[in-house]
Structure formats: C-alpha cells, structure tokens
C-alpha cells in the first residue's frame, strides 16, 4: 500500500462527528487509549445517553469530568484512578465480569455495539493495521460494531498474533504522532521485596507465568533471574517481564499452548517495552476469551499465576475489587488464572498482598470481609496466600486450619485481636 491512505484522513472533530446520541460506544484502554478522540467526543455538545464501555483507560480520562454522565456516560469493566470517584458518586458504572467473558458481551450480542473508538497502528503494504498494545476485548469490539473509528499513530507498535484490523474497515481515521501513555514501574518497597522472595520460592524451572501488573508483581519477576526455561502465559505484563526475558531465564519451551512464544493479551508499561513488541514474533497478542480461557491455561505446564488482593477473610475469602461496596478495580481476570493455575500439572494459584492496610493501621487479613466487599476469588478457589510474614497453604484445609494458618501470616500485632475476633465468628480455636 502507498502512502495514499494517507489522504483519506480528517480532523479529530470530524471523525467523532460519526458518533450520534443513544449509541453504545466501546473505548481502546491501557496504553492504546485513543485521548484525542476522546477529546474530541468530549467537545461535542450536542450529544446525550451515548454509553462509552471500556477497561482501564491511561492518560486523561475527559469524560470522567462533572457534568458529562448525561452526555457520555462512562461503563468500566474494570475501573481505573479517574472513574473511582464517578462511580461512587452515581455518575459512572461498573459492570462486574470476568475478563475471559468481556469478548462474547459483544461478540454474543448482550452489548451490542454501534461504534468502536482505537488507536491502531499504520497500515503495512497489505493495508493492515493492528491494536497495537492492548488487543484483549478490543478485537471482539472491532469485529462487531457497525462503525470503526481511528486513531493512527506511527508510534503503536505493529504487533502479532490476533490484532488485525484491515483499514479497508475503518469508517473514518485521524492522524497522530504522540508517545504512548506510559505505566512505568514503581521503586520497589521493604515489604514488596520480601513478598516477592516468598513467592519466588514457590516458582520452579519450567513454570508458566502469569503476572499483573504493580510493585509484588514487579518484585517477584525481579527474583527469578535464576530460573530456568519459564514460559509466559498471562493477560498483561510490564517492563519487569522484559528484563527476565532478557537474562535467558524464559525460552517458553515447555509450553503446551503456543509454544515457543510469549502469549499476552495486553501490556501496560514504558517505551521500552514497547519497542521489545514492536513487529517481534516471539511476542503473540490475543484476545482476552483466548489468553483467559481456563480450558487453555490448564495445558501449560506448572502455571503460577500471581495475583493481588484488598482483604482476605479468615475462612479464604479474596475480595480484590472494592473497597466495602467502593468499587476499587475490577474482577479482572484473578479467576480466570487462579482455577487454570489450580488445574495446571503443579501449577500453583498464588494470591499476594501486604499484612496491613492505610500506612500500617488496618489488617488486610480479616475475620470477615468488610460490608459491600466483593467476593472475588471464593474460598473454594482459593490455594496459596502470601504476605511479608510467610505463606498459607490453604487448599484441602478446614476453615478452622485455615484460620490459623492464616493468623500466622497476618502482621504480628494483628494477631492476637484475629485470635479473638476468630473465637467469635467461627467458634474455639
């Protein structure tokens, strides 16, 4: 293709003008975050009721703004810093759902889309286009609505695996030249490096890997330099993947699903890593009903996947989305790979977090989950948990076994009060 596609596009302004009042509008998220598109939708004043259904959004989120939810009313499935608020005030939705399950919303028809708003890629000589950084719903979102709006930025890197989308379907594009909206990696605390050496331990050669995103992530990746043959296998992952990469200490030989290859649905990072994807073939983006597909998961070979919580209660309860009924994030994809990990031949499903909440005041490991939380990971899911002070083995343990167990790794000046608080709500210890 010549660079004649070029003169097909238009103003920001113009290409949001497609959008009309009443239409169910999905929004690229993570690092593919199309702002001046936003932007643009945000200008208009003679739009109402349109629903904008999205993931994590980086950057400036315009819509999130006062006053907006009548026009362009925001429906996260998995929430970031800017809607916590919009949602708690009733200005904003949050739809609760696996990440496995986001793609049939619109590939099903439960939302049925009119518009989808990306980023993409410039087109290659066979006029392609690709999702670039985050391919997870997005491609169920390109595949389904009626109306394909761009923005193409020759910074998106040109990725492989499942994130094509022909320009010949694209109804209307702008043209940028930006960075990408950047998540860099966080200096590493106390407290997260002992956790990650704690879950470290549990990680042997040939693991499969499933990271998310955030400091005891970063940190366990940060301890496995060591390691030998480990296979990635995961929804996203960061710049701290690429340094493990990097050393040698990941070949995905012993894979059983796409062997060979570094599976991701999306990634959230630096220019870096940006750069390490960009037209790389050892690096295969997918949708998320593929990356999160249980049934997929349980074929790799020892997946430990690593995941993160708010509270866990002492029979096993994980709420990792709210805050009591304030909603925090998200279901994301936690049960997706705890049950694939728990189903993989020696995989290990791995909650981890700190002992203690708010600037060390508040145990995060509870005698019951706070009013409202959501029960994100069940007690019956639940296997191996992780704070500072050791690690809880909890799967074929009583709820009396996994109390105490449990205690034994909450913050050492929380013990005594989970003791008796323990007493109370599950009888005698």
């Known amino acids: 293709m010549t660079d004649n596609w070029r003169s097909r596009a238009q103003s920001a302004a113009d290409v949001a003008a497609h959008v009309q009042s009443g239409q169910r ?82 590939l099903r028809g439960h939302i049925p889309l009119d518009v989808a708003v990306v980023q993409l890629s410039p087109p290659d000589a066979h006029g392609l286009c690709t999702l670039g950084t985050s391919v997870d719903c997005a491609k169920a979102a390109v595949e389904t609505a009626r109306v394909i709006l761009a923005e193409i930025n020759p910074r998106v890197p040109r990725t492989h695996g499942n994130t094509v989308v022909p320009l010949a379907q694209v109804t209307a594009f702008t043209l940028t030249d930006h960075p990408l909206h950047e998540h860099p990696p966080e200096p590493e605390t106390e407290i997260e490096g002992r956790i990650g050496e704690l879950v470290a331990s549990l990680v042997e050669d040939g693991s499969t890997l499933q990271m998310g995103i955030g400091g005891i992530p970063d940190a366990v990746l940060a301890r496995l330099h060591d390691k030998r043959d480990l296979g990635v296998h995961t929804e996203m992952f960061s710049d701290r993947l690429l340094d493990l990469i990097e050393a040698g200490a990941v070949t995905n030989r012993h894979k059983v699903v796409h062997p060979g290859r570094t599976v991701t649905s999306f990634i959230a990072g630096t220019h870096r890593i940006f750069d390490y994807v960009n037209d790389n073939p050892l690096v295969e983006f997918h949708p998320c009903n593929r990356t999160n597909d249980t049934a997929l998961i349980r074929k790799n070979p020892k997946v430990v996947a690593v995941n993160s919580a708010i509270q866990v209660d002492l029979t096993g309860q994980v709420c990792a989305d709210s805050l009591g009924h304030r909603i925090y994030s998200g279901i994301g994809g936690q049960m997706d790979f705890i049950r694939g990990a728990a189903l993989s031949p020696g995989g290990k499903p791995i909650i981890a977090l700190p002992s203690m909440a708010a600037r060390g005041t508040i145990s995060r490991i509870t005698p019951a989950l706070s009013a409202g939380a959501g029960v994100v990971t069940t007690r019956g899911h639940v296997h191996w948990v992780v704070t500072e002070y050791g690690i809880a083995s909890l799967h074929g343990k009583t709820i009396r076994e996994r109390a105490e167990a449990l205690i034994n790794i909450a913050h050492p000046d929380a013990r005594a009060e989970l003791r008796r608080d323990a007493g109370r709500v599950l009888g005698r210890m």
């Open 25 to 106: 509008v999905f929004v690229h998220g993570a690092a593919m975050t199309p702002t001046p598109l936003l932007d643009a939708l945000v200008a208009r004043t003679d739009l109402a009721g349109v629903r904008l259904y999205h993931m994590h959004l980086e950057g400036r989120v315009p819509f999130a703004a006062p006053g907006l939810s009548e026009r362009l009313r925001s429906v996260s499935f998995f929430t970031g810093a800017a809607l916590r608020q919009p949602i708690a005030d009733g200005d904003a939705d949050f739809m609760p759902v696996f990440l496995s399950d986001i793609p049939d919303l619109f």
